[in-house]
């Protein structure tokens, strides 16, 4: 335009200069920062002005970084809450993928982008001792959030990750239905640090991501302050970078459980707790009566006064059960003489414990426990067979002291038909079946050996019974044809072979060739199978060549009478066929396991020359073509099949046949078929499960047999066997079809019951295609004396405090002989050893009642004994000691230790959390305890405690029962309460302590002190108080360092008020304009001038009344409207 108009001097030249270069940093640091590749562009121009003057320009532009598209890497480490994690590889990331999901890597869960193929893969690895959710999360752990310091708390080890730097997480808990009721997020990055001294730190300053914590821990409370309910929650992980990029974890489940066992154990009597068991009829056996919750673990034992155990019981998964003890230990050996005490206690998963007892329980008794066991179960007396004689092993602990013995065999109605009872005991029976000059008829019998002690004992066992059986196995067999020619032309293709057989355990058979080799066998558990066809197969699945064949069943039963049907020919001739295809095995199963992976397909042709082409075709039951394979020229001797169709894909399960077309160059065509095949990739199905892992089988009613529960796919043959801890093989069992449950009661093969020890059970089935699946149950465990005096003591100790109540110890003693006694001696022992009082006499007590004092008239404190001896004139001096117990006058020790105070929970991760110790010392056990922390009103505004002693710290977040935060700047009191088991009480008293918090709230950051004392009606500071004075200096110092602080932020200052004529409308609103707002401008003024004398600019400050317009609490709230009045600062940008 200005050319046109004629004016040339925007046609003055002008110049620039630029230049773009690429970086390629090798320092480590700016890799690190992703720095290494970028472009730097610099430019310099010029241009002529009027009148002389030149205009010059230069500039720098510098990206640094690359573009960040990839999520954060969420690692949360749960290998400490699996047993039995599975070690994974790291996935290759395919942009593609779109779910995201957990993998296992090192026993850790990280979170990442999968391919879809390997969500699979990752869903499919879960060891199978993890529990799961609803919805199927794993279930990582239990707890029990009642600060007994026992899974008071989840940790969970948490690393994020990003090729920049995170922004921001949240670690968020659902209740089952969804609802968060927890979110813990990223502590804020606050401005207060920030800055930079010079032009270059602000140009290469590299912002940073907030602080990741080493863990995530949560201890069951939700945002609303409260202890969340017992249930199921899930909890995941959210990162986010500050390129917006989200990762999330995937859910996992973690149950609460507050819920103690409990149980219900019925004492009785002390006469009632006197038993002897020695099988004479009276007082054998003592009752446990008892009921309780269903947890997954009961254990009890039984142990005598000095701690030794020895019985032990368990209940796993169910409530514990009544039972009769009878006086045995684990080894089915009768315990010594003496006192004993029962303890039942159950932990839950979550960590809580419950225990009970049972005291004074006392045996007074000798016992002589025999035993009669036999080799064999089965014999066949007075014939030729391989078991015609049975072993009676006897096993008599005590030999000493036997004043007659016998040891007779008696048929099923009790009639001796042979009596052993001359000389010694022998090491065992030899019983061959006679009886007089002949030998017993077939039937049950049993051995009964009868000891006769001097004592007076006279132990009877018997044992297993034995059957005699004289009668052999019987069999029959018959075939369809006497010739058959499996040659695949539909005719005559097979033989049938129909038997019949007596039912015996084990049945076999074989079709041997003409030289007596076996070529197939055959095996079935009781009966035989009624009918089957013969293909002309061998055992290894090929076509037995032309000849004559012969088969045969036979066996041997237990008591070795042997059986067996007549031998039965046939023979099988494919002379005249042209071409055979065979198939072997029958059934294959391609799943790579190196067992019958494939299928052979052989071809037998007569004439082998002048082939032009040949077609092998697979084909399923339907026709569907699945495989061929056809070539010109000589036929291969053998095809492979591995189970892949023409599609590249594996043929599915099922039923399959080949056909083979052989075209000669003279135009003759010979065809062949092969018998079905099964391909089969299935295993059997197998479930077993024992209902014990330890029984007792003595015939107490109570656990003496184990059943185990099994549940199978139908196949021909499975097997189960019973192995002691040497692996010794003590049961077996056979099934045709489906496994039947097992109840066994701890006996072997001949019906001994076996030692005490471990066993484990095995089962396993292989199927036609050489699927094998296995099965087993790791641990079946299958688990006399006397004693002169006893002594009990009433009670796990006493307060001899005068007070009236468990001032005194009741001991009662007992002695098996009342009469020669010389003396009697009654002592408390303390630590063992030292003796501080005794009781002595003549004529033995019944019961000693101890007031606490000691010899000397003081009463001590701490654990003691008491021992009671008895001196005869014989020389006897049997002594027996009580359980220790407890002297307990004192109230517990308390102290409580809270750091860092204060303490300022506003979410800046600085000092956010309070951690409140503890201590707590006794000579008895905590009973319970409570820390109550109020406000300054005294209102309840939270509280921790529970039952036993309290957890070494329990942490506080400075959140309320009712989710509301506390007040900045406030002094909160505190009362701990701690009671020990014999109700000795001790109360410790002090303050929390709470720092200035910044608070965001929303997008702004606010400080609320309601903790400024002002004059009443006044904008004045209250000064008549040294205390109140002294607390407002502080806190307005303290207001002042952290304003100072966030120097780049301007300071609105509101003050606010209570209204005390809430309930009049026309009336609060009076107050509102000429009171309140008034007053708390001036209160707000008075603290900005306050402040400005300490320091902080008056022009960053601005003041503004808002009366009672915003109140924390509705001003009917008389209790907690103290906290409407307050000074706020909010602070802006």
């Known amino acids: 335009v200005e050319l046109i108009a004629g004016d040339a001097s925007a046609l003055i030249p002008a110049f620039g200069v630029y230049f773009n270069f690429k970086t390629n940093f090798e320092d480590n640091d700016l890799s690190d920062r992703g720095w290494a590749q970028n472009d730097i562009r610099t430019s310099a121009s010029a241009s002529p002005m009027q009148n002389g003057l030149w205009a010059a320009g230069a500039g720098l532009n510098v990206e640094l970084g690359v573009i960040d598209e990839s999520a954060p890497e969420i690692e949360l480490d749960l290998s400490d809450f699996f047993d039995d994690l599975e070690e994974g590889s790291p996935a290759e990331e395919e942009p593609e993928a779109e779910a995201k999901s957990v993998s296992l890597k090192g026993g850790k869960l990280k979170s990442r982008r999968l391919s879809s193929n390997e969500n699979d893969k990752a869903s499919d690895k879960n060891p199978g001792n993890i529990d799961k959710g609803p919805s199927g999360e794993r279930i990582i752990t239990y707890i029990s959030p009642n600060n007994d310091g026992v899974k008071d708390s989840v940790e969970i080890p948490v690393r994020i990750t990003d090729t920049r730097y995170i922004k921001g997480f949240s670690f968020i808990i659902e209740d089952q239905d969804g609802n968060e009721i927890k979110k813990i997020e990223n502590k804020e990055k606050r401005p207060e640090n920030a800055g930079f001294a010079n032009f270059f730190k602000r140009l290469f300053y590299v912002e940073k991501g907030v602080d990741i914590p080493e863990t995530i821990r949560w201890d069951g409370i939700g945002d609303d302050g409260e202890v969340a309910e017992d249930g199921f929650y899930r909890f995941y992980m959210q990162a986010w970078d500050d390129n917006g990029n989200i990762s999330e974890t995937e859910k996992y489940g973690l149950v609460i459980d507050n819920t103690a066992p409990a149980a219900d154990l019925i004492d009785v009597e002390a006469e009632e707790k006197i038993f002897s068991p020695n099988n004479d009829g009276s007082k054998d056996e003592l009752s446990i009566e008892q009921s309780g919750s269903s947890e997954d673990d009961w254990k009890a034992v039984i142990k005598s006064a000095d701690g030794t155990v020895y019985k032990n019981y368990s209940w796993q998964k169910t409530v514990p059960e009544s039972f009769i003890w009878d006086g045995k230990d684990d080894k089915k050996l009768l315990v010594p003489d003496g006192v004993y005490f029962y303890y039942i206690e159950s932990t839950d998963r979550a960590g809580?414990?419950?225990?009970?007892?049972?005291?004074?329980?006392?045996?007074?008794?000798?016992?002589t426990p025999i035993a009669l066991t036999v080799d064999a179960s089965y014999f066949a007396p007075g014939i030729e067979s391989s078991v015609d004689t049975v072993n009676f092993i006897p096993d008599v602990p005590v030999k000493t002291g036997i004043a007659s013995w016998s040891m007779k065999v008696v048929d099923a109605g009790g009639k001796t038909v042979k009596m052993y009872n001359e000389g010694s005991i022998p090491e065992s029976f030899e019983y061959k079946g006679t009886k007089g000059t002949g030998f017993i008829d077939e039937g049950r019998y049993k051995g009964v050996l009868s000891i006769k002690y001097v004592n007076g004992n006279n132990p009877v066992v018997e044992s297993p019974a034995i059957?005699?059986?004289?009668?052999?196995?019987?069999?029959?067999?018959?075939?369809?044809?006497?010739?058959?020619?499996?040659?695949?032309?539909?005719?005559?293709?097979?033989?049938?072979?129909?038997?019949?057989?007596?039912?015996?355990?084990?049945?076999?058979?074989?079709?041997?060739?003409?030289?007596?080799?076996?070529?197939?066998?055959?095996?079935?558990?009781?009966?035989?199978?009624?009918?089957?066809?013969?293909e002309g197969y061998t055992e290894s699945g090929e076509l037995a060549s032309d000849g004559s064949y012969s088969y045969r069943l036979y066996t041997a039963d237990r008591a070795g009478n042997k059986g067996s049907s007549q031998q039965i020919s046939f023979a099988l001739d494919t002379e005249e066929t042209p071409v055979i295809l065979t198939a072997h095995p029958e059934s294959f199963s391609p799943n790579g396991d190196k067992v019958k992976d494939v299928l052979n397909l052989t071809p037998v042709l007569n004439v082998t020359d002048g082939i032009q082409s040949y077609k092998l075709v697979i084909a399923d039951t339907q026709g569907n073509i699945i495989k061929v394979i056809e070539s010109e020229g000589r036929i291969k001797s053998k095809f492979v099949w591995d189970g892949f169709a023409d599609s590249g894909r594996k043929a599915e399960d099922g039923v399959y046949r080949a056909a083979l077309e052989v075209v000669y160059e003279?135009?003759?065509?010979?065809?062949?078929?092969?018998?079905?095949?099964?391909?089969?990739?299935?295993?059997?199905?197998?479930?077993?499960?024992?209902?014990?892992?330890?029984?007792?089988?003595?015939?107490?009613?109570?656990?003496?047999?184990?059943?185990?529960?099994?549940?199978?796919?139908?196949?021909?043959?499975?097997?189960?066997?019973?192995?002691?801890?040497?692996?010794?093989?003590?049961r077996e069992y056979n099934w045709e079809g489906q496994a039947e449950a097992i109840v066994w009661d701890g006996t072997d093969s001949n019906g001994n019951t076996v030692e005490d020890g471990r066993y484990s059970y095995f089962i396993s089935t292989e199927d036609q295609a050489g699927n094998l699946t296995e099965k087993n149950i790791d641990v079946i465990e299958i688990d006399n004396r006397q004693t002169n005096v006893f002594v009990t003591a009433g009670g796990k100790g006493f307060t001899p405090d005068a007070d009236g109540d468990n001032d005194?110890?009741?001991?009662?003693?007992?002695?098996?002989?009342?009469?020669?006694?010389?003396?009697?001696?009654?002592?408390?022992?303390?630590?063992?050893?030292?003796?501080?009082?005794?009781?002595?006499?003549?004529?033995?007590?019944?019961?000693?009642?101890?007031?606490?004092?000691?010899?000397?008239?003081?009463?001590?404190?701490?654990?003691?004994?008491?021992?009671?001896?008895?001196?005869?004139?014989?020389?006897?001096?049997?002594?027996?000691?009580?359980?220790?117990?407890?002297?307990?006058?004192?109230?517990?020790?308390?102290?409580?230790?809270?750091?860092?105070?204060?303490?300022?929970?506003?979410?800046?991760?600085?000092?956010?959390?309070?951690?409140?110790s503890i201590n707590v010392n006794d000579a008895s056990r905590i009973s319970d305890w409570s820390l109550e922390i109020v406000d300054r009103?005294?209102?309840?505004?939270?509280?921790?405690?529970?039952?036993?002693?309290?957890?070494?710290?329990?942490?506080?977040?400075?959140?309320?029962?009712?989710?509301?935060?506390?007040?900045?700047?406030?002094?909160?009191?505190y009362r701990l309460s701690v009671t020990d088991e014999f109700g000795n009480t001790a109360n410790e008293y002090g303050i929390i302590p709470v720092d200035v918090l910044v608070v965001k709230e929303g997008e702004q950051l606010k400080i609320r002190i309601a903790n400024i004392t002002f004059a009443p009606d006044s904008a004045e500071l209250r000064k008549d108080d040294p205390e109140i004075k002294a607390k407002n200096e502080y806190v307005l110092g303290r207001l002042s360092e952290i304003l100072e602080k966030y120097d780049s932020y301007n300071i609105l200052i509101e003050g606010h008020a209570v209204s005390v004529y809430w309930s009049d409308a026309a009336r609060a609103e009076k107050e509102e304009q000429e009171e309140l707002l008034p007053l708390s401008k001036a209160r707000a003024e008075t603290v900005k001038n306050y402040l400005q004398q300490l320091g902080v600019l008056g022009r960053r400050m601005s003041t503004e009344g808002i009366g009672g317009k915003k109140p924390i609490v509705p001003h009917s709230d008389l209790d907690n409207r103290w906290k409407n009045r307050r000074v706020e600062f909010i602070l802006l940008k």
């Open 467 to 534: 059957e005699a059986d004289k009668t052999a196995p019987e069999a029959s067999a018959k075939v369809s044809l006497r010739v058959f020619s499996p040659n695949g032309d539909g005719k005559k293709d097979l033989i049938s072979i129909y038997q019949e057989t007596s039912l015996e355990d084990v049945w076999y058979a074989e079709i041997t060739d003409e030289a007596g080799k076996v070529i197939r066998s055959y095996k079935w558990v009781k009966n035989a199978e009624a009918s089957f066809n013969w």
């Open 666 to 730: 003279k135009g003759n065509i010979s065809n062949a078929v092969t018998r079905d095949f099964n391909l089969d990739t299935v295993f059997p199905k197998i479930e077993i499960d024992a209902d014990l892992n330890l029984f007792s089988p003595d015939d107490d009613g109570l656990k003496d047999s184990v059943v185990i529960s099994q549940r199978t796919s139908s196949e021909n043959l499975i097997t189960g066997i019973i192995k002691d801890s040497r692996g010794n093989i003590v």
């Open 352 to 367: 809580n414990s419950y225990e009970a007892e049972m005291a004074n329980i006392i045996i007074n008794t000798q016992t």
């Open 808 to 916: 005194k110890m009741e001991f009662s003693t007992m002695a098996t002989l009342k009469d020669g006694v010389e003396s009697w001696e009654f002592s408390i022992m303390q630590n063992g050893m030292s003796r501080i009082k005794t009781f002595s006499g003549d004529v033995l007590p019944e019961m000693i009642i101890w007031d606490g004092r000691s010899d000397s008239g003081r009463v001590l404190e701490g654990d003691f004994k008491a021992e009671y001896k008895v001196k005869y004139f014989k020389g006897n001096e049997p002594v027996s000691l009580t359980k220790e117990f407890t002297i307990d006058i004192s109230a517990p020790s308390a102290s409580v230790t809270a750091v860092p105070a204060p303490f300022s929970p506003d979410n800046d991760g600085v000092d956010d959390e309070l951690k409140i």
């Open 937 to 973: 009103e005294g209102n309840a505004f939270t509280s921790f405690g529970g039952k036993g002693e309290p957890a070494d710290t329990i942490y506080w977040d400075g959140l309320g029962k009712s989710g509301e935060l506390v007040i900045a700047a406030e002094d909160y009191p």
